[in-house]
T-cell receptor, first 111, second 114 residues
Framework: QKEVEQDPGPLSVPEGAIVSLNCTYS??????FMWYRQYSRKGPELLMYTYSSGNKEDGRFTAQVDKSSKYISLFIRDSQPSDSATYLC???????????FGSGTQLTVLP | DTGVSQDPRHKITKRGQNVTFRCDPI?????LYWYRQTLGQGPEFLTY????????KSRLLSDRFSAERPKGSFSTLEIQRTEQGDSAMYLC????????????FGPGTRLTVT
């Protein structure tokens, strides 16, 4: 079993839709939960991080963590064509320094 | 603050040649990380520096790979005797001492081994 599972997509939605991106994980030591956005042939860009169960909101983005189910989500409201990218979930245990990434979900928002 | 920079952005080399990549972190960040990313996969950790000390190395970092961070500023990653399996995007990230959860990535160096 892989430590992190992320649906690779591709996911295609119309402009203005609400997008839900998800990851599951198996490592109980993970304490920090991140979402990165990566445009084609660019480096990953940190969108949000959180360390507790519940929701964290930043503009059109909401990160949700359910530690009991080992499940995290990223919601994008009012999606825009500029949101078209690959979204990577990432995890960090308290003692570690390296991030463990999901394989990424490719999102296309159609105008 | 200009962010993390990497040089070169692209490198094409023949199998068996040596290559070296450079990373300049965000200026006040004392932690620096190298990752490797292949097509359709998330980045995989290679190595980590705190200031000039290399504190962690992944088992992915074979003997052909070496990384340095002299004086705790920029870092270099060298691959000796390149193999076709080394073809990937090599990403550098940095963070401050406050949190490894806020790692900021550079644009990457795309290596193609022919």
């Amino acid at each position: 079993q892989k430590e992190v599972e992320q649906d690779p997509g591709p996911l295609s939605v119309p402009e203005g839709a609400i997008v839900s991106l998800n990851c599951t994980y198996s490592n109980s030591a993970f304490q920090y939960f991140m979402w990165y956005r990566q445009y084609s042939r660019k480096g990953p860009e940190l969108l949000m991080y959180t360390y507790s169960s519940g929701n964290k909101e930043d503009g059109r983005f909401t990160a949700q963590v359910d530690k009991s189910s080992k499940y995290i989500s990223l919601f994008i409201r009012d999606s825009q064509p500029s949101d078209s990218a690959t979204y990577l979930c990432a995890f960090l245990s308290g003692s570690a320094r390296q991030l463990t990434f999901g394989s990424g979900t490719q999102l296309t928002v159609l105008p | 603050d200009t962010g993390v920079s990497q040089d070169p952005r692209h490198k094409i080399t023949k199998r068996g040649q040596n290559v070296t990549f450079r990373c300049d972190p965000i200026s006040e960040h004392n932690r620096l990380y190298w990752y490797r990313q292949t097509l359709g996969q998330g980045p995989e950790f290679l190595t980590y520096f705190q200031n000039e000390a290399q504190l962690e190395k992944s088992r992915l970092l074979s003997d052909r790979f070496s990384a340095e961070r002299p004086k705790g500023s920029f870092s270099t990653l060298e691959i000796q005797r390149t193999e076709q399996g080394d073809s990937a995007m090599y990403l550098c990230a940095s963070s401050s001492g406050q949190g490894a959860y806020e790692q900021y990535f550079g644009p990457g160096t795309r290596l193609t081994v022919t």
